[in-house]
């Protein structure tokens, strides 16, 4: 492009900008001589010229908004979570380009107030987790909460569930929604197997009977982790069956389960 048509532009984009290039130093020396005819040779002569170009171009640049706009929540995958009674954390995974905000609906579950929005930055984007603490479901029955996540216009929310039991895997949960574990008449060992997310023990209800006990060494008490409890029983030789409540807990929730050792009929 002709030196003097850049200057005339250059002039023209100036003073139209004037409120922006207030106080720009450029602007200034300019100011001073842009109406002396002899500007523009004076500009095609000066070596500053690449320079004085360069400072307003670089003072004209203003941060752009994303022109990409996209939030997805990949965790929890289906947009609801299924928590056990003792679980009291849980997460929202995202990524987004825009700006956000999340709401929580639920007396039973809160966050960080500075994990609840976020300015993303322009030509950026963000992509992390949001962590949400629980109460214990200690009602004895389910109960739902959920939270909203809001960007650019559009609601996205996530809802979480929190069952009343433990999380038992060794017996399964039957039909009637009971953990019970039938052995046959000469087992002589068996386990019970489950997963808490706080603290926990595990108890007999009452004085244990004589054809029942735990295995020499069995740790019925603990930490949050995967467990397996082994216990041991004497050959059923009566014509009834027998059984033995027990009794696991953990932060505060408690979950019966019922071993029931057959008889040699069954």
Known sequence: ???????????????????????FLPYDFFCKFVDNNNFCRFMKKCLLYPLFVAGICCAACEPAENTYHHTSVYYPVTGYSILYADQTRDSLSLVSFDSYTITVHGDWIQAKESDLSFQVPSGSYVEGSIYFDFLPNTTGEPRECHVVLSAYGNDFPVYYRQMPYLNISRPAMNQDGAYRREVKYDALKDSLIFRPYGDWT?????????????????????????????????????????????????????????????NQKD
């Open 202 to 262: 595990l108890a007999f209800d009452g004085e244990k009977p004589e054809w029942i006990d735990w295995q020499e060494g069995a740790v019925t008490s603990g930490e949050a982790g995967l467990h397996k409890v082994v216990y041991t029983l004497k050959k059923n030789e009566t014509l009834d069956s027998r059984e033995v409540k027990l009794t696991l807990t953990s932060n505060g929730v408690k979950s019966g389960v019922t071993v029931v050792q057959q």
């Open 1 to 23: 492009m002709p030196v003097d048509i850049t200057v005339n532009i250059c002039f023209l984009y100036v003073k139209e900008h004037k409120k922006a290039f207030s106080g």
